[in-house]
Every structure is written in C-alpha cells, then in structure tokens.
C-alpha cells in the first residue's frame, strides 16, 4: 500500500520571521486527505512540500517520487496539456469525456473560462502517472454542474489523493481522512471533514474551558508572588545587620546562625517556585488558539446621488458568433445583486461591459477571479510606500476577516486567499460606495468566507458578485441575474427577483 510519511519535517521561507511548520510528524494512506486550515496556515506550502517544489530545511518526506500537484492558480496552461490533447488512448478518451474536455480547447486557454481551465488542468493531472495526486482548490470557479463532473473524476483516482479545498460537499463526498491545520498544530482525524469539524468544536470548547481555569489560577498566582515578594521583603530587612550597634555581638550572631541554618532562603525559594508555575501556567495559555476581533464596520458615507446605476438593453459578443442579450438592468444603493449562471455563460465579461458603461463619477471596488503575481508583486510594493496610520488600518482590516496581520506582514509568498483579503481591505480603505466581486469566495478558507459574508451584509453601498457557492448566494443577495443558454449562439440575462 503507497503512502506519504512526514518525519520532523521544519520549513521557514527566507522571509518570514517564524517557521510556517516545526517539527510535523504526519501520514497520508492511500484514498483522499482533506487538508484544511485558515489562508496562510501552510497547506499550500505542506503540498508544495510533498511535491518537492520547496526543499525543506529539517525532516524528511518519503512515498513522494512519484508526485502530481495540480496548483489552484489557473493563469499558465499544464506543460503537458498539449501532450495529453493529442493522446487517442481509451483512458485519455474516458478522462475527457468524464471532463467534458472539447477537443477544441486546445490552444485556446486564453479565451477559457476559468471553469473550463480547472477542468482541463485537472484532466491533464489525473492523465499523468502517479501515486500521489495533490489538488489544490479544485472547485474554484466551477458552477454546480461542473462540480458535480469533478467530484466523480477525483473519485475514480486509487493513489494518494491530498485536496485541499473550501468546498464542504467536496471535502465530505472524498475525504477518508481530515488534517487541520490549526494555531501551528497538525491535527489529523480518521474522518470525513464534517465528522472532523464536529470533534474539533468538542476539543476548543474543552480547551476554552481549560483556558478559564487557567485564567483564574493565573490571577490567584499573581496574588500569591505579590504576598511571597513582600515576605522576601521582610526577610531581607530582619536578616540584615544594617542599623545593628557595632558593640552588639549577640544579635549579630542570631542573625548568622539565621543565614546558617537557611531560615532567610525559605521565602525566597517559596516566590521562585510561584514565579516559575506563573511562567509555564502563561506558556500554555499561549499556546491556546487566539481569538481576533472580526468582522468589518463600514463607516464611510455612500454618495447615494451616484444611483441608481443602469445598462440599458443590449447584447455583446463574447466569442466567435456567441453572443449574450441582456435586458435593461440597474444596480440600487443598498442592493446586493448576485450573477449566477453556468461557466463559460459571460458572466465576467458582462462585468467588464458593465463597467465599461458605467459614468466615471461612480467610486467602485473591482476584484477580478484570479489575482496574477505581477498584480501581487505590485500590491506589495504599494503596501511598501504607505504609512503606518494606513497600514496599520489596512492590516486590522485583514485580520478582521480571518488572517494573521502580522505573519502577512513578514510574508513575500502570501497565499492567493490572503492577497485576496489584501486586495479587499485596500479597496474598503478608499470607502467605496460600489463593490464589484469576481468569485469573492475563490481561494478564501471556510471562517473567512462567513467573515466576508457577514461583513457585506452590513455593507450600504451596492454590490454586485458573481459567484457558484450557493450558500453564498443565498444568503447575500437582494436580488439575482441569472445567465443561461437559450439558444446555441446566444446567453441570455434574467433577472430574478
């Protein structure tokens, strides 16, 4: 039976001030493990690990010579897409059918959706020879439907499988086993996600309640080390033979035979003891999970005479001969409108025309699906000239929505659902009064997305987002467009109520 073993494996990236892991003993069996943690724990650099892109400092990793990782970022088509496109195997053909791979995506990933790229990339990963297939956010940008395919492709993989995703019907419909990454901890349960979730709440609400103890036995020891200091106090005035007549032998050696027999050393030893129980009782308590203030108070003031913002009815070419109609649609201060729709319907380029349209008076906030590295690097090297009043106010409004400010801050390789977090606090800075979000939920792990969720409730500008996370949809918009075929060569827009 193939397997991955993880022995005192440590890694620090050049950058960063701590080690992102220390010490991780871990195991992966064959059948799929779910890797779960908030963004910027380290699952994407665990895979990249096991994948031997990064070399670790200490420990060592063995059962991964055969390694296939199918990153998250859909920007750079596989090398060996072509390769695989070209291959007429029974396997291939079932691989591409399973897919819905068409034969004439190839040379064409610029123009794919990025739906239509995940399921290609995918296609190409489960073609290659491997014991360990590692998948990185597989279902980002996929709509239901193309979820669904997804699902029952990896299921048909007998290796190693390792998904690290934010899907929760994915995780649970592949995962034998679950690791959480949580507070520098490698947590691993023979369980489904849901089922590991379930234990995990049991062990923080006991650790929530060894932390309260610990609380009040932390208070009652700084009591007892202020008692034990001011006896040492008092034991060092009665020991000393300051203010002592220099005539008065008697009581100079009563003192001595005092220090002698030890008698001025007792408090002292007593506060020690305390002083070192404070200590470690402060350690373990900070070993404890912390808990960050979260969620976004937005408070600038939304130029309501900007709206309502309107397109009128038209239609646009999105490629070839297809085209998308739409009727006149319009957008409200305090609506929130999700766009819906299958991949590959126009969504994002309805966005782009949207915007396109829009008078130049509006002050909006645009985050595209895929954030690339050049927009990355600049993003950090903008984060470089601001001042510490702004940045200070950027990166509280990071760590409000689930991430660790000040690791971000020491980092040059964030991951893409901390530069998303970036790209969304910096945008919030300048107090839009419209938000226009482009898959917001891609990338983020699943308390972040509840945190971005229930922050753009509170939201009282307008927003419009596309997105295939139902639950999302659900429970953020005021209205929905909905995209779908009518006809071969043409998408239309309803919108729904």
């Known amino acids: 039976m193939n397997s991955v073993k993880i022995r005192n494996l440590s890694y620090k990236y050049a950058s960063a001030a701590e080690a992102i892991f220390s010490g991780i003993n871990l195991d992966f069996e064959e059948g799929w493990s779910c890797v779960t943690g908030i963004n910027g724990s380290g699952k994407s650099t665990l895979l990249k690990l096991i994948s031997k892109e990064l070399k670790s400092e200490k420990g060592m990793i063995t059962g991964n010579d055969l390694v296939v990782y199918c990153a998250q970022n859909t920007e750079f088509a596989p090398l060996e897409l072509e390769e695989f496109m070209m291959t007429y195997t029974k396997e291939a053909y079932k691989l591409r059918d399973l897919l819905k791979v068409k034969d004439e995506w190839l040379g064409t990933w ?109 208070k009652k020891l700084a009591k007892a080390v202020q008692v034990q200091r001011e006896k040492v106090s008092l034991a060092k005035k009665k020991f000393s033979k300051k203010g002592v007549g220099r005539f008065d032998s008697s009581l100079k050696e009563k003192i001595n035979g005092a220090i002698l027999t030890g008698k001025d050393k007792n408090d002292g030893q007593v506060l020690q003891r305390t002083l070192t129980k404070q200590r470690q009782l402060s350690q373990n308590m900070g070993k404890l999970s912390k808990e960050y203030a979260t969620g976004i108070i937005f408070e600038g003031k939304i130029a309501k005479h900007n709206f309502p913002i309107s397109i009128e009815k038209s239609c646009i070419n999105l490629f070839e001969s ?176």
């Open 110 to 218: 610029d123009v794919l959706s990025h739906g239509e790229r995940k399921r290609l990339q995918l296609a190409v990963a489960l073609a290659s020879d491997s014991d360990v297939l590692m998948v990185d956010e597989p279902t980002n940008h996929l709509d239901t439907h193309s979820q669904s395919i997804v699902t029952e492709a990896l299921k048909s993989y007998k290796g190693v499988g390792i998904l690290v995703s934010h899907d929760r019907t994915l995780l649970d419909a592949l995962s034998k086993h679950t690791v959480m990454i949580k507070a520098g901890e490698i947590l691993k349960y023979r369980s489904t996600f849901s089922l590991a979730g379930q234990a995990y709440d049991e062990t923080l609400s006991h650790k929530k309640k060894v932390l309260s103890e610990q609380e009040h036995e932390l």
């Open 322 to 497: 297809t085209r998308l109609c739409f009727p006149r649609l319009s957008v409200d201060v305090g609506q929130k409108v999700g766009l819906s729709g299958e991949n590959g319907v126009g969504k994002s380029s309805f966005i782009t025309h949207f915007m396109q349209m829009m008078d130049y008076e509006h002050d909006y906030l645009y985050i595209s699906q895929e954030i690339t590295d050049r927009q990355a690097a600049l993003l950090f090297e903008e984060l470089k000239h601001l001042d510490s009043d702004k940045k200070g106010e950027l990166f509280t409004l990071v760590q409000r929505l689930g991430s660790d400010a000040k690791a971000l801050l020491n980092s040059t390789v964030p991951s893409p659902g901390e530069m998303r977090k970036l790209l969304i606090a910096q945008g919030l800075l300048q107090q839009p009064s419209l938000i226009i979000l482009d898959e917001p939920t891609n990338h983020m792990d699943l308390e972040s997305i509840e945190l971005l969720e229930s922050s753009l409730k509170e939201y009282k500008g307008a927003l419009l987002f596309i997105t295939h996370d139902k639950t999302f949809l659900e429970n953020l918009s005021t209205k929905q467009w909905l995209f779908q075929k009518s006809e071969p060569q043409c998408y239309t827009v309803e919108e729904l109520l």
